[in-house]
Nanobody
Framework: QVQLVESGGGLVQAGGSLRLSCAAS??????MGWFRQAPGKEREFVAA????????GYVDSVKGRFTISRDNAKNTVHLQMNSLKPEDTAIYYC????????????????????WGQGTQVTVSS
């Protein structure tokens, strides 16, 4: 049974940092990533990593502030979020794809086969 278990969300002031983690079990994936959904908005791509190559990709709004990384031994992906802004407030979802890796990474919701339950990130101004 495939499971993606997220942790690390919370409340932080603007300018602060949070680190999200997603532990995967049940199978291996070609790509793991993070999406987010703010109230009243569509779920959007945030960051992803091709598991074999380590190639990463980010949405423009988080470049230079967020970093996706992996722990191969624990089959875990992390999202380090620095310089957080109120507009980063959302539910963050871990996602995993079994499709061939994208170039540079897959960014569409429809390309991800498995999803975590979501973790709330709230950034106060």
């Amino acid at each position: 049974q495939v499971q993606l278990v997220e942790s690390g969300g919370g409340l932080v002031q603007a300018g602060g940092s949070l680190r999200l983690s997603c532990a995967a079990s049940g199978r291996t994936f070609s790509t793991m990533g993070w999406f987010r959904q703010a109230p009243g908005k569509e779920r959007e791509f945030v960051a992803a990593m091709n598991w074999r190559s380590g190639i990463t990709g980010y949405v423009d709004s988080v470049k230079g502030r967020f970093t996706i990384s992996r722990d191969n031994a624990k089959n875990t992906v992390h999202l380090q979020m620095n310089s957080l802004k109120p507009e980063d407030t959302a539910i963050y979802y871990c996602a995993a794809s079994i499709l061939p890796p994208g170039v540079p990474v897959r960014t569409r919701k429809s390309e991800y086969n498995y999803w975590g339950q979501g973790t709330q990130v709230t950034v106060s101004s």
